[in-house]
């Protein structure tokens, strides 16, 4: 894990997205009251909930279980004369201690893949206000059949893998009314994400050159970078919009 995070830390993002995509996401959520009250789920050090507090003035709830992630947000929501929309708060999504109908909005980019897509949606429903909605953006097959190289990789590190059609099918199975859904533009994989990551990778195999344990790590981060490049056409990151 030590090496996981190094190669982790201080990146501008730890999903694929983009300030565009969230505010997409954002406008495209009916009733939203004034100054909401919002949770971002796994929020990683936060550009999505800068954003959000931004467009919002809303008050949120930012949460995550890596203490350095909270403190980037903190300092960047300071910077940006934000901290007064912003309490962040160490904890697992898995144990989650808020009132039942606490949020207007439950907010969740690239995180709600740890607990599972339905287990996510059904857990967090309960913290939802009646009217209120939440909006996640998912790893998620852009085809029917994907090819074998990238349906052999995703079988073993997301196995719970669906396609735009079956996430539909069980955010209306659970009694949300569905909204909308869009793909995340490939620049949102590469510009805050995938190249600051390759970045790393390069400069951490000289820091560890002879280290198998270390460079293991990085081969399968550099494969996974790999992957995308080629098959960026058949699985991609879909921002899923739902009412309760």
């Known amino acids: 894990m030590n090496i996981f995070f ?39 050090p936060g550009m999505q909930t800068l954003a959000l507090a931004k467009i919002t003035k809303g008050q949120i709830t930012a949460i995550d279980n890596h203490q350095p992630f909270l403190d980037e947000l903190q300092q960047r929501a300071a910077q940006e004369n934000l901290s007064s929309y912003i309490i962040t708060q160490n904890c697992s999504m898995f144990s989650l201690d808020f009132q039942p109908e606490s949020f207007d909005l439950i ?48 079988k073993n590190a997301y196995p719970a893998m669906k396609n735009i059609t079956e996430n539909i099918t069980i955010i209306q199975n659970l009694g949300y009314n569905y909204i909308n859904s869009f793909t995340l533009p490939e620049s949102s994989w590469w510009d805050d994400y995938y190249t600051p990551l390759e970045r790393r990778i390069n400069n951490l195999r000289q820091k560890y050159q002879g280290n198998e344990e270390a460079n293991a790590v990085l081969d399968e981060e550099q494969r996974e970078i790999e992957l995308y490049r080629k098959y960026s056409d058949s699985y991609g990151y879909v921002f899923y919009l739902m009412q309760k």
């Not at 857990?123 to 909605?133: P, Q, V």
């Open 6 to 44: 190094e190669l982790h830390s201080d990146l501008p993002r730890e999903a694929p997205g983009d300030m565009a995509s969230t505010a997409k996401a954002l406008s495209l959520i009916p009733k939203l009251p004034k100054n909401p009250q919002i949770l971002d789920i796994g929020c990683g």
């Open 107 to 154: 907010w969740s980019e690239g995180a709600i893949y740890i607990m599972g897509f339905q287990e996510g949606l059904q857990s967090w429903h309960h913290f939802l206000k009646t009217g209120g909605a939440i909006a996640v953006s998912e790893l998620s097959w852009l085809v029917t059949n994907p090819p074998e190289e990238p349906l052999n990789f995703w």
